[in-house]
Nanobody
Framework: QVQLVESGGGLVQPGGSLRISCEATGPIPEINHMGWYRQAPGKQRDLVIYITNDGTINVTNSVKGRYSISRDNAENTIDLQINNLKPEDTAVYYC???????????WGQGTQVTVSS
């Protein structure tokens, strides 16, 4: 059974930085995407950034330059680094794993990021 567990998150002041991590466990095929969605209060869940198993990265335009992602294929972990945090980054961040051959998506439980002074 595939499971995703996130860690990190919390309260950060504007302009600060934060790193959140996600580990996927279970029988995971080599070819996959891992990344992050976020859901702000009262809004839909939106894709923010992802990385494929071969290292291809896709970042939504609104966070380019501040969000970066890395992964360890051997450990099936990804890290999201957010710099120069803004109040509008406040959201629940959900890690996901997409397996193309299974046409299946798996989700973490979500971790809260709050940007406030």
């Amino acid at each position: 059974q595939v499971q995703l567990v996130e860690s990190g998150g919390g309260l950060v002041q504007p302009g600060g930085s934060l790193r959140i991590s996600c580990e996927a466990t279970g029988p995971i095929p080599e070819i996959n995407h891992m990344g992050w969605y976020r859901q702000a209060p009262g809004k839909q869940r939106d894709l923010v950034i992802y990385i494929t198993n071969d290292g291809t990265i896709n970042v939504t335009n609104s966070v380019k330059g501040r969000y970066s992602i890395s992964r360890d294929n051997a450990e099936n972990t990804i890290d999201l680094q957010i710099n120069n945090l803004k109040p509008e980054d406040t959201a629940v961040y959900y890690c996901y794993l997409y397996v193309p051959t299974w046409r299946s998506t798996y989700w973490g439980q979500g971790t809260q990021v709050t940007v406030s002074s």
